[in-house]
T-cell receptor, first 114, second 113 residues
Framework: AQSVSQHNHHVILSEAASLELGCNYSYGGTVNLFWYVQYPGQHLQLLLKYFSGDPLVKGIKGFEAEFIKSKFSFNLRKPSVQWSDTAEYFCAVRGKNAGNMLTFGGGTRLMVKP | DGGITQSPKYLFRKEGQNVTLSCEQNLNHDAMYWYRQDPGQGLRLIYYSQIVNDFQKGDIAEGYSVSREKKESFPLTVTSAQKNPTAFYLC????????????FGQGTRLTVV
């Protein structure tokens, strides 16, 4: 079975601080990896995705994530956060041999202080 | 507009009653999913369907049932057997096989009183 672990449940940062949110998954085979964001009162939106190729992927709004296969990790980063980045962030994995089962982590709630 | 429509946005039911949540998509996606979102627990998979007339249990299927009679529709029934049904329910869909992301609806907040 596949699973996803997000280590930080709540993160509070000041504007312009750097962000790194951890995500580890368990699955032995090839994976698709995703980060989704849920702004207050809005539906889930895709931030970025990794399917194959360059392990450093860039998404919307200045976010990026790095897939490290040996560590089963897909951490999300942003060099300088803004107040508007306040949201909940979810990491997700789809194992290629697990049908279309898409598994999410517990989420990280980010608050950026102005 | 193409997308995923969940209705209603808010739903109230008395304890002991079954209730069905609607999810419709016009994206021509093969795969559809139902998740439950609770504070601090992220999104937990209830059921998913890869194709019409087929579906699989997710991690927390007990107390729920689904059907997939049409490609566009994947209704979720919360039965009286579900011990803690009050939650936010999210429906999603994706193309199917191959590298693709899932798209989400706006969600239905179910409150059982």
């Amino acid at each position: 079975a596949q699973s996803v672990s997000q280590h930080n449940h709540h993160v509070i940062l000041s504007e312009a601080a750097s962000l790194e949110l951890g995500c580890n998954y368990s699955y032995g085979g090839t994976v698709n990896l995703f980060w989704y964001v849920q702004y207050p009162g809005q539906h889930l939106q895709l931030l970025l995705k990794y399917f194959s190729g360059d392990p450093l992927v860039k998404g919307i709004k200045g976010f990026e994530a790095e897939f490290i296969k040996s560590k089963f990790s897909f951490n999300l980063r942003k060099p300088s956060v803004q107040w508007s980045d306040t949201a909940e962030y979810f990491c997700a994995v789809r194992g290629k041999n697990a049908g279309n089962m898409l598994t999410f982590g517990g989420g990280t709630r980010l608050m950026v202080k102005p | 507009d193409g997308g995923i429509t969940q209705s209603p946005k808010y739903l109230f039911r008395k304890e002991g009653q079954n209730v069905t949540l609607s999810c419709e998509q016009n994206l021509n996606h093969d795969a559809m999913y139902w998740y439950r979102q609770d504070p601090g627990q992220g999104l937990r998979l209830i059921y998913y369907s890869q194709i019409v007339n087929d579906f699989q249990k997710g991690d927390i299927a007990e107390g729920y049932s689904v059907s997939r009679e049409k490609k566009e529709s994947f209704p979720l029934t919360v039965t009286s057997a579900q011990k803690n049904p009050t939650a936010f329910y999210l429906c999603a869909s994706s193309v199917g096989q191959g590298n693709t992301e899932a798209f989400f609806g706006q969600g239905t907040r179910l409150t059982v009183v």
